[in-house]
């Protein structure tokens, strides 16, 4: 549910303090520990 749909945040009661983007390039995959690059040979996971 998107906050600025919502009835509370309509009638003032909250407030949206940061709008969060979601980058599915980027976002589905985590980093590798750079340790755990170096020790098993592998490559980073893309965009990282």
Not at 25 to 30: G, M, P
Request: glycine share 4%; hydrophobic share 35%.
């Amino acid at each position: 549910m998107y906050i600025n749909s919502h009835s509370a945040y309509n009638a003032g009661l909250i407030k949206q303090i940061v709008a969060r983007k979601f980058d599915a390039n980027r976002q589905y995959l985590w980093p590798i520990p750079s340790a755990e690059v170096l020790t098993s040979g592998s490559e980073q996971n893309p965009n990282y």
